[in-house]
């Protein structure tokens, strides 16, 4: 493995390591699929639809998300919006990276890794 | 026609997903493919190569449906912690397999009727074949079904039942390898190029009496290269080991086994010895009490010396202690 694999994997398992935290964050209110999509794009989460789709779905199954279809417009759209046991999740896990962050952070630019 | 690609992309993803998924993730596909070609075309009608641009964005049918099916994180056959315990037991199970197989298929062929040699070895190469595939087959599928439903493999470990650390090796000296080695040669070229030198010798021009039935010996000269590899095969792993390592024993075992049954159809099932020899060394009154019984008579010296050697290399491996210096 070369360093550019190496380098693309970490930053790979980084972003896997996030993504269900910042989706939850983002489902306070029922938003669509799509939408999110482009709104984790906006806020520099880099995000695709074929894997924010069927991660949904899971998280839906898994009972921290629940699921509607809209029907009134021209084309049929399924809004997500978190449950209460989704909540309750992302309130616990968002406090665990809160204080791991910080940690994170500081061991990052302690004394020995000062540039 | 740009609607039924689209629509084919849909049907082949969600062909590969459980019945329970597929109209929603259907509804859920056009709709994104949809919004996909509003934002890149921006209300212009889309091309052809507008739609293919979006359907590749997506990914290939089966990647995309491989995302929707992850299926609580069980994608594979058999993963851990199964999976190493299913190594460990797949090989245990192909070797006493092909093993037991190859034996049994050996002493079918040797208990029946005698046909030619390449018949008997597709039979037994068949054999083996079906054996081990059988092998496979039946943990294979033990052990994905153990996955799957997860089931506890009741692997627990105990402290106090540690294996004890190997003690230093058994070293194998590279002389008696190829010594070992040179006398396989030896045995394989003499009894098939000149078997008849075996044999008593009469001083004055009298024609000498071999001890073994010749002809016998050019019919059954695939038991003598038989026996003759099994032995080298042997020599070769101590050679590679430098020493009386497992698999040195696993061979040594192996060979020695295979040569017991070998010998056992030479010597006794077919016609080694020589008649002639036989009345000879009953007119000369030698060996008379032990005569009629010499194939079986040597066949229990093999036996014994097979037995000696499989023990002995067990011995040393567990003593651990070399009996000849390595080189």
Same mark, same amino acid.
């Given at each position: 493995m070369n360093n550019d694999e190496i380098i693309s994997g970490m930053i790979l398992e980084l972003r896997r390591g996030t993504l269900i935290l910042l989706v939850l964050s983002q489902l306070q209110k029922p938003m669509y699929g799509y939408n999110l999509v482009k709104n984790l794009q906006l806020k520099e989460i880099p995000i695709e639809a074929n894997t924010l789709y069927p991660l949904m779905r899971r998280l839906e199954s898994q009972g921290l998300l629940v699921s509607q279809w809209e029907t009134s417009g021209a084309k049929p759209r399924k809004y997500y919006a978190i449950t209460e046991t989704g909540q309750m999740v992302f309130e616990k896990v968002k406090e665990y990276w809160n204080t791991f962050s910080d940690n994170v952070n500081e061991l990052l630019e302690g004394p020995e890794n000062e540039e | 026609?740009?609607?039924?690609?689209?629509?084919?992309?849909?049907?082949? #993803?969600?062909?590969?997903?459980?019945?329970?998924?597929?109209?929603?993730?259907?509804?859920?596909?056009?709709?994104?493919?949809?919004?996909?070609?509003?934002?890149?075309?921006?209300?212009? /009608?889309?091309?052809?190569?507008?739609?293919?641009?979006?359907?590749?964005? /997506?990914?290939?049918?089966?990647?995309?449906?491989?995302?929707?099916?992850?299926?609580?994180?069980?994608?594979?056959?058999?993963?851990?912690?199964?999976?190493?315990?299913?190594?460990?037991?797949?090989?245990? #199970?192909?070797?006493?397999?092909?093993?037991?197989?190859?034996?049994?298929?050996?002493?079918?062929?040797?208990?029946?009727?005698?046909?030619?040699?390449?018949?008997?070895?597709?039979?037994?190469?068949?054999?083996?074949?079906?054996?081990?595939?059988?092998?496979? !087959?039946?943990?294979?599928?033990?052990?994905?079904?153990?996955?799957?439903?997860?089931? !506890?493999?009741?692997?627990?470990?105990?402290?106090?039942?540690?294996?004890?650390?190997?003690?230093?090796? @058994?070293?194998?000296?590279?002389?008696?390898?190829?010594?070992?080695?040179?006398?396989?040669?030896?045995?394989?070229?003499?009894? /098939?190029?000149?078997?008849?030198?075996?044999?008593?010798?009469?001083?004055?021009?009298?024609?000498?009496?071999?001890?073994?039935?010749?002809?016998?010996? %050019? %019919?059954?000269?695939?038991?003598?290269?038989?026996?003759?590899?099994?032995?080298?095969?042997?020599?070769?792993?101590? /050679?590679?080991?430098?020493?009386?390592?497992? %698999?040195?024993?696993?061979?040594?075992?192996?060979?020695?086994? @295979?040569?017991l049954f070998l010998s056992y159809f030479w010597l006794i099932q077919s016609n080694l010895f020589n008649p002639e020899f036989i009345e000879y060394t009953v007119s000369e009154k030698m060996l008379v009490d032990v005569m009629p019984y010499m194939p079986k008579f040597v066949f229990g010296i093999v036996v014994l010396a097979l037995v000696f050697d499989t023990i002995s290399t067990f011995v040393r491996m567990e003593k651990g202690e070399p009996r000849r210096q390595g080189e």
């Open positions: - | 026609m740009k609607n039924d690609m689209i629509e084919r992309y849909v049907y082949a #993803v969600t062909k590969k997903l459980p019945s329970s998924m597929r109209e929603d993730v259907s509804k859920e596909l056009n709709t994104l493919i949809s919004d996909m070609l509003e934002e890149r075309c921006q209300g212009v /009608l889309p091309t052809d190569k507008d739609i293919r641009v979006v359907l590749t964005e /997506l990914g290939t049918t089966s990647e995309l449906a491989a995302q929707y099916n992850n299926n609580n994180g069980k994608n594979c056959l058999i993963g851990e912690p199964y999976y190493s315990s299913y190594k460990t037991v797949l090989k245990i #199970v192909l070797l006493a397999a092909g093993f037991g197989t190859g034996l049994a298929s050996v002493l079918s062929v040797f208990a029946g009727d005698m046909v030619p040699w390449y018949e008997a070895a597709f039979k037994c190469i068949g054999m083996v074949w079906m054996g081990v595939v059988f092998g496979f !087959a039946f943990v294979t599928f033990l052990f994905a079904f153990f996955y799957h439903k997860d089931i !506890a493999l009741g692997i627990t470990e105990n402290l106090d039942e540690l294996p004890e650390v190997p003690k230093k090796k @058994a070293a194998v000296s590279k002389g008696e390898s190829i010594a070992g080695i040179v006398v396989c040669v030896v045995f394989v070229l003499l009894f /098939l190029i000149v078997p008849q030198f075996m044999g008593v010798y009469f001083g004055d021009g009298k024609e000498s009496i071999p001890i073994f039935n010749v002809d016998t010996i %050019r %019919r059954t000269w695939f038991v003598v290269v038989a026996l003759g590899v099994l032995g080298i095969v042997g020599e070769v792993v101590k /050679l590679i080991d430098m020493c009386i390592s497992k %698999r040195v024993v696993i061979t040594t075992v192996i060979v020695n086994v @295979a040569s």
